[in-house]
């Protein structure tokens, strides 16, 4: 699903080189849960940008559903990553003047699916994440908890091959935390890909697999995955 | 996409209205200011007969004095005949159509029978033309038509009236076969004229474009039989001969001709016959200055006379250069609003937005400012012009917003919002997502 090789990335000044990742292989498999850890400033977040395609990398290879990003225009990249990725942030980044259906449908906008097949998609989104009596509500008038909700159904509604998540509970309380965690458990349970971003060694001990990063580089990682869960499926609210 | 993009700029303008109302008012100021003072330089210069304008022709001949041109400064030739060259062409009959003429100035005596309110003796404005001045520059009438050629000859006591001088005399009925007593003299009314006010008074620039039509039209025939003096421009190089015929004998200008000409044709054989005419008169001892003669036509006229002049030009560039600080001022509101969203376009490019669809999403959220400002501009370019009404009443006929003027105002307004929302847009799609949605 996600394959990276001998990947690397150089952020350049003109006083200095710093090498955010160096000879990074990663390989994610469809249906695998992988929690990616390590201390604060060791690459965990420019990883996540690179394999959501949100930054370029500066030397290996990334395969993503098996294709070659390298060389891609900003067309080509925006295209694949609305139609492979669905992201998950800590501070939820719902627009803040637009109610919970119109929040879900920016991504599927960009995909070009017309009003009738949007709409179905959105409430199935909404319904997955409990939410479907509050479509039109704004986020200011829902718990941190539930704007994580709105933003995994905004992943969800456009049947991403990944998901890749950026301390999806960093911002919530233990409680609210422990209801967005169970719900990416149960969304693995379905079968889907998730790549979690994550420093709370609590957290990454309910993923199927961990890696360990640090100072730009898979220092410690699990070579077979943990399985858990009824198994790999396609989660049924947002099957395409 | 183009739907969703209006909505969501739309939304936008909701989302800061103050932010929003100072964008929308520039804009407005702007394009009122502009669109004011180009309405105005728009009718001043368009063809107030544009259906026949090359057909209709001043005469200009120069016999002035040899010594010194007519003007100096910008090597024109004079603007009027002398009544012996103005009745010598006339007499001549070489065009389609001519036409000698001035203005007089014509006592009303009221007769006061029409049963209405008394009215009082008053002053009027006139024309003393010929009979074809009608069927040349064309003025509608209600009732009647004009006198003939017959009563050119005969200098005949005829009359048109305008609407206004028929509203005040005859209440605005039939007054055909009336009579009307001007200066102790009885005309015969032939034609009433309905409304008429060209933009323009393009047949005689020489006391002012913006002057309306006179009141009255007698035959220039019995204007000089009567011995009615010119109370337009009269210009002389040397000093007359004392009276009325030896005004008249003169060489002083002070009667506009006009000729109608059907063909490029007819209108360089007119001119040969003016030339012919000028070297006939060398002969005589008039015409002492080199060959020159003109037949410009009524656009060439306008522009020769400058009836849109230099202020007015000097007016229009300083209105647009307001528009252009105006925007200038749009483009700091807008770069200012598009950087509060960095967050947002950040997001969007992460849920799949490319560059170019986010360029083309704040380049319509612009052009909603720019619609939304043109509108308001609009208005204010309305209030503009009913100022310029009441400061100038001679600018009336030129201060009205037509269709295409509206329909500029909004293109102006959204090209220029567009325009000025093409840098604040270029710069905010140069936002990096990945570093936004950690600040979010």
């Known amino acids: 699903m996600l394959k990276m090789n001998h990947l690397s990335k150089v952020y350049r000044t003109h006083l200095i080189e710093t090498h955010a990742l160096r000879d990074f292989s990663i390989h994610v498999r469809e249906g695998e849960f992988v929690a990616v850890t390590g201390p604060s400033g060791s690459g965990k977040t420019t990883f996540l940008n690179i394999a959501g395609l949100l930054e370029a990398f500066t030397g290996g290879e990334y395969f993503l559903d098996g294709v070659d990003v390298r060389g891609m225009n900003d067309a080509a990249r925006s295209r694949l990553r609305n139609e492979k990725i669905g992201f998950i942030f800590q501070g939820f980044n719902l627009i803040p003047d637009l109610n919970l259906f119109d929040n879900v449908d920016v991504p599927l906008r960009y995909r070009g699916f017309n009003a009738a097949e949007r709409r179905r998609r959105i409430e199935q989104a909404l319904a997955r994440v409990g939410l479907s009596a509050r479509m039109k509500h704004y986020p200011s008038e829902l718990s941190g908890g539930q704007q994580q909700r709105v933003a995994i159904a905004r992943a969800l509604a456009g049947s991403p091959k990944i998901l890749l998540a950026d301390e999806p509970t960093g911002n919530l309380d233990t409680q609210m935390a422990r209801g967005v965690m169970q719900l990416l458990e149960e969304l693995h349970g379905e079968g889907a890909t998730i790549i979690m971003v994550t420093h709370d060694p609590e957290l990454a001990a309910r993923a199927q697999r961990n890696v360990h990063v640090i100072d730009g580089q898979v220092v410690d990682i699990e070579a077979e995955p943990r399985m858990r869960g009824p198994g790999i499926a396609v989660p049924q609210a947002v099957q395409a | ?440």
């Open chain 2, 1 to 440: 996409m183009f739907g969703y993009y209006l909505s969501l700029g739309l939304r936008s303008l909701r989302r800061n209205p103050v932010l929003t109302a100072l964008m929308v008012f520039g804009i407005a100021l702007g394009i009122a200011a502009s669109m004011t003072s180009l309405t105005v330089f728009r009718l001043m210069g368009s063809d107030p007969i544009p259906w026949k304008s090359d057909r209709l022709h001043v005469v200009q001949l120069d016999n002035w004095d040899v010594n010194q041109a007519y003007d100096e400064e910008k090597g024109r030739l004079p603007d009027q005949l002398s009544y012996l060259d103005a009745t010598a062409l006339i007499a001549a009959g070489r065009a389609d159509r001519q036409v000698a003429m001035y203005k007089v100035v014509l006592p009303v005596q009221p007769a006061n029978d029409a049963g209405g309110p008394e009215v009082k003796p008053y002053l009027m404005l006139g024309r003393a033309t010929y009979s074809d001045f009608f069927p040349m520059f064309e003025p509608p009438f209600r009732y009647g038509g004009p006198w003939s050629r017959e009563q050119d000859d005969a200098k005949a006591r005829v009359t048109v009236l305008t609407q206004t001088t028929n509203e005040k005399l005859f209440g605005g009925a039939d007054s055909t076969g009336k009579t009307v007593r001007f200066d102790g003299v009885d005309y015969t009314v032939v034609g009433v004229l309905d409304r008429w006010q060209p933009r323009i008074k393009y047949f005689d620039l020489t006391v002012g474009a913006l002057t309306e039509p006179e009141e009255a039209f007698i035959p220039f025939t019995t204007a000089i039989d009567l011995r009615a003096q010119s109370s337009g421009n009269n210009s002389c190089f040397k000093t007359p001969a004392p009276g009325w015929d030896g005004f008249l004998a003169s060489d002083c200008i002070w009667i506009q001709f006009w000729v109608q000409l059907g063909t490029p044709a007819r209108e360089a054989e007119y001119k040969n016959f003016l030339d012919a005419y000028v070297m006939e008169q060398k002969k005589l001892g008039r015409f002492e200055r080199p060959l020159a003669t003109l037949l410009p036509d009524v656009n060439e006229w306008i522009a020769l006379q400058e009836v849109v002049s230099r202020d007015v030009e000097i007016q229009v560039g300083l209105a647009f250069a307001f528009l252009a600080v105006c925007l200038v001022n749009t483009v700091g509101l807008l770069l200012a609003k598009f950087m509060r969203k960095r967050g947002e376009i950040g997001l969007r490019r992460a849920l799949g937005a490319s560059r170019g669809q986010l360029f083309m999403q704040h380049l319509i959220e612009a052009g909603v400012v720019g619609i939304s400002g043109g509108i308001v501009g609009l208005a204010l370019t309305g209030l503009g012009l009913i100022g310029v009404r009441a400061l100038y009443s001679e600018f009336k006929a030129i201060t009205e917003l037509d269709w295409t003027m509206v329909g500029v105002t909004l293109l102006l307004s959204v090209l220029s919002a567009t325009l000025a929302g093409l840098f604040p847009t270029w710069h905010a799609c140069r936002v990096q997502p990945a570093s936004q949605l950690k600040t979010q």
